[in-house]
């Protein structure tokens, strides 16, 4: 199996079968087929290959980007202009989204990226409460009711052929805290490196964004 079937597979067969605290439901973006098509289609025509790749892990999905797409930190309006596979998707921007791409833009552009790394997040799958996007780590009972989905899907992910030397996780603060520990009760990698994640730099510190820019590119280089 190619890297893009496996990726493909992976999303396919993704199923959170706990327990959620009141009020959390799970955003699964795979189960709309035409969602998975465009995702599908996203990967075969990056991955199509048996090329070892490194890991960045974002925290979880997204309602605007890969909630919408199916694809982490790719929006609609990126799916499009970017990666040029059209699609009829509401044209919703994700900031995230924004500075990913204008990052792999700095980085030689999406075939380049996209060679050499593969972009998940420590929860694969996406919840929201009260209508809005709720992270894994917002209550400690969410945490642990999805823990064995993270180590299993952590699992998973590797064996699609990830290089292990590193992951790089998105968010140098709960969700490096919590893949750090992770990663030291079960050796998924040889070290675990954080990044500012975008969200952060795009709503707080906006007017350092070429600086960030940079500092990915040369952390990911």
Not at 2 to 7: I, L, N, P, S, W
Not at 41 to 58: A, E, P
Not at 106 to 115: C, I, L, S, T
Not at 149 to 155: R, Y
């Amino acid at each position: 199996m190619t890297f893009a079937e496996k990726v493909n597979n992976f999303n396919k067969n993704l199923v959170l079968d706990t327990k959620l605290p009141d009020g959390v439901e799970v955003m699964n973006p795979f189960n709309n087929p035409i969602t998975f098509q465009f995702a599908s289609d996203f990967y075969q025509k990056y991955y199509n290959d048996n090329n070892k790749r490194k890991l960045i892990l974002g925290i979880n999905p997204g309602r605007l980007g890969a909630g919408l797409t199916g694809i982490p930190f790719t929006d609609p309006v990126k799916l499009e202009e970017i990666c040029n596979i059209p699609n009829h998707l509401q044209k919703k921007i994700e900031p995230s989204a924004g500075f990913i791409y204008d990052m792999i833009t700095a980085f030689g552009g999406p075939e380049k990226f996209y060679n050499q790394y593969f972009i998940n997040s420590v929860s694969p799958l996406g919840f929201i409460k009260d209508g809005i996007n709720y992270n894994y780590y917002d209550s400690k009972e969410l945490e642990l009711a999805v823990k064995p989905f993270v180590i299993d899907s952590l699992n998973k992910i590797i064996s699609m052929g990830i290089d292990t030397e590193v992951c790089f996780c998105l968010g140098n603060g709960k969700n490096f805290k919590y893949l750090k520990k992770l990663n030291q009760q079960h050796g998924f990698f040889d070290k675990v490196v954080p990044l500012p994640h975008p969200r952060w730099i795009v709503q707080y510190r906006r007017k350092r964004y070429d600086e960030f820019i940079k500092m990915y590119v040369e952390n990911l280089k």
